[in-house]
DNA sequence: CAGCGTGTTGACTGATTACTGCAACACAGC
DNA sequence: GCTGTGTTGCAGTAATCAGTCAACACGCTG
């Protein structure tokens, strides 16, 4: 529901026209104008790959953008393959229990002990 | 690495031959063959929606199939759409560090709290 | 108002996907 | 030696995907 939005956002704030980027990203403008408008013949979402190259001429970051288009991530499917068993049962949970555990990582390895 | 060995293990199992199989599913008996043997012409593994008949015909979860011909389940995905943040921190975690959250679910809550 | 830069849209094209269908062969048992 | 079973290669197809191209619309600016 909002990827086109974001891209659009992302682009204005870095002073970018459509056709500049399609040249970063090495399509044409129409199609950036598509994928900002949801306007694909499809389904709403571009290719991983061109996510992923929206990633770097944006200067922002790849899963929330691949998140935004409905597509898991390659480093969390990654994940999810070795430990199946464990995602699954981590899907099952609930909001609540999703955010205690979360606590207890956040808790565990505060992230940097600084000192 | 094992998707075609185990379509072809629960066949047997059951007592099927792949042209029984395939009018289950509803395809031909060389598709179930080029399955079970890895032989597809491009990538290895069939479609969502086939391997869903399949796990239907066979009578086994659909996840665990899915898993195997390394599709993320639609289940796991809509779960990893809904909280972003949290399924990036898990897969961010070492295995030592999942093994222990599995043991703080299971832990905490054990299966049904009486009372 | 001419012309430029910008964005929008519909029709079209080429590649890839997910199979089908056939043919030929192998092997196993009766 | 025939029937039932599985394997493999090749060609064909229909749907979907990823993207292009031409045409047009808008607002500025000189």
Same mark, same amino acid.
């Given at each position: *529901? @909002?990827?086109?939005?974001?891209? /659009? +956002?992302? /682009?204005? +704030?870095?002073?970018? $026209? !459509?056709?500049?980027? &399609?040249? %970063? ?6 199609y950036i104008s598509k994928i900002?408008?949801? @306007?694909?013949?499809? =389904?709403?979402?571009? $290719?991983?790959? %061109?996510?992923?190259?929206? &990633? ?6 790849? +899963? ?6 409905? @597509?898991? #991530?390659?480093r969390i499917k990654q994940r999810? *393959? ?6 699954r049962k981590f899907a099952k949970?609930?909001?609540? $229990? ?5 606590? !207890?990582?956040? =808790?565990? /390895?505060? $992230?940097? @002990? #600084? /000192?």
């Amino acid at each position: *529901m @909002k990827f086109g939005e974001t891209i /659009r +956002e992302l /682009r204005q +704030e870095r002073n970018l $026209s !459509q056709r500049e980027l &399609a040249v %970063m990203v090495d399509v044409t403008f129409t199609y950036i104008s598509k994928i900002e408008n949801h @306007k694909l013949d499809f =389904g709403e979402h571009p $290719s991983e790959n %061109m996510i992923c190259k929206l &990633a770097t001429a944006l200067d922002t970051d790849e +899963e929330t953008l691949l998140i935004l288009a409905e @597509k898991v #991530p390659p480093r969390i499917k990654q994940r999810v *393959m070795e430990r199946p068993e464990v995602f699954r049962k981590f899907a099952k949970l609930d909001d609540k $229990s999703l955010d205690q555990l979360v606590a !207890q990582i956040d =808790g565990k /390895r505060p $992230s940097k @002990k #600084p /000192r």
